[in-house]
Nanobody, 122 residues
Framework: QVQLVESGGGFVQAEGSLRLSCAASGRTLSSYFMGWFRQAPGKEREFVARISRSNNTYYADSVKGRFTGSRDNAKNMVYLQMTSLKPEDTAVYYC????????????????WGQGTQVTVSS
């Protein structure tokens, strides 16, 4: 089992950038496919990005070209670099781990961090 802790959230103006980090402990991160999700108030948790064990990535259309996911298995770390942020990116961001390849739905990720708040002002 893996434990996940996100950090790096905060308050940023539109068009700004933030880098989220996700630290893993317990079982080695290289065993898992990783995902980033977000949840805005009153909305369902939505898929943002997934990162394969070999750092191949796939993104939701809403963030494609602006967000970049990566991982460092040696450091047990996962990252989400967010640029050109928009007010609609405001949400709690979660990293999650799965043993299923290429999963994009929250239900396929059994392991979750506690989330980190990202607020983008206009």
């Amino acid at each position: 089992q893996v434990q996940l802790v996100e950090s790096g959230g905060g308050f940023v103006q539109a068009e700004g950038s933030l880098r989220l980090s996700c630290a893993a402990s317990g079982r080695t991160l290289s065993s898992y496919f990783m995902g980033w999700f977000r949840q805005a108030p009153g909305k369902e948790r939505e898929f943002v990005a997934r990162i394969s064990r070999s750092n191949n990535t796939y993104y939701a259309d809403s963030v494609k070209g602006r967000f970049t996911g990566s991982r460092d298995n040696a450091k047990n770390m996962v990252y989400l670099q967010m640029t050109s942020l928009k007010p609609e990116d405001t949400a709690v961001y979660y990293c999650a781990a799965s043993t299923l390849a290429w999963a994009t739905t929250a239900g396929n990720y059994p392991y979750w961090g506690q989330g980190t708040q990202v607020t983008v002002s206009s």
